[in-house]
């Protein structure tokens, strides 16, 4: 009798664990992405989702807007002076498919298209317009990037300057004295 029961616990735990591996938990506003060989299988939304076992994996995507903070970006500008921008970008997943395909992370390749979108708006303005219409300025961000960020599975939400330092060379403060 005992080693029908200790059989039937072996098969029962066996069950739990094969039960365990096949269901996963998506929480709410997120997205799972199914993985199987590498590529994205499916996605589904938030509930209950059953993958096979060794052949697929889950990426939990979150949809909600998260921030990139701070990212510093040094340029310069189209009359030469050199700027360095500090900025807060709130950014969201939009098709989170393309987001797990992103490379390293989709946080991270955000970051640099933001990065990279900042020095192209920074090198074709004045220093002037820059100080002067920081939120135009700021406004055109998005649009700018939003090309290089959709192919990615994200969307800029809102862009924050926190701080600008400009450095001011000899040259600038002769024109100023």
């Not at 820059?130 to 862009?159: K, M, Q």
Request: charge should be negative.
């Amino acid at each position: 009798m005992d080693s029908a029961a200790l059989v039937v616990a072996a098969v029962a735990l066996a069950a739990a664990v094969i039960g365990c591996a096949l269901v996963r938990i998506v929480p709410a506003g997120h997205r799972g992405v199914v993985i199987r060989a590498g590529r994205v299988a499916r996605t589904s939304p938030s509930g209950l989702l059953v993958v096979v076992p060794v052949a697929e994996r889950v990426e939990m995507v979150a949809l909600h807007p998260r921030v990139i903070d701070p990212l510093s970006v040094s340029s310069v500008t189209r009359d030469g002076v050199e700027v360095r921008l500090v900025v807060s970008v709130l950014w969201c997943v939009t098709d989170p498919a393309l987001a797990v395909q992103a490379v390293p992370d989709a946080r991270t390749a955000v970051a640099d298209v933001v990065e990279r979108g900042l020095h192209h708006l920074v090198a074709n303005v004045d220093l002037a317009y820059l100080l002067r219409d920081r939120e135009a300025f700021l406004g055109r961000l998005p649009v700018t990037v939003l090309p290089l960020v959709s192919p990615l599975g994200g969307e800029l939400v809102d862009v924050d300057l926190l701080d600008a330092e400009v450095r001011v060379g000899p040259e600038l403060l002769r024109l100023l004295a």
